[in-house]
């Protein structure tokens, strides 16, 4: 396990966009985070805390 190089940031930051690549991924995510955001904000207007709060 020594023989591995250990990153060195943020020069190699790179380097994760050869495994997460943006063509492929970048609407998951964001419509996954949309998803989240619509799920936060039901549960905060149904508890009552919306608006009118």
Do not use: Q, R, Y
């Not at 790179?14 to 904000?41: E, G, S």
Request: aromatic share 14%; hydrophobic share 65%.
């Amino acid at each position: 396990m020594s023989e591995v190089a250990k990153p060195k940031n943020p020069e190699d930051d790179w380097k994760i966009w050869l495994v997460v690549n943006p063509a492929t991924w970048l609407m998951p995510v964001l419509f996954a985070v949309l998803l989240v955001a619509i799920a936060v904000h039901w549960v905060v207007f149904a508890i009552g805390l919306g608006w009118g709060a």
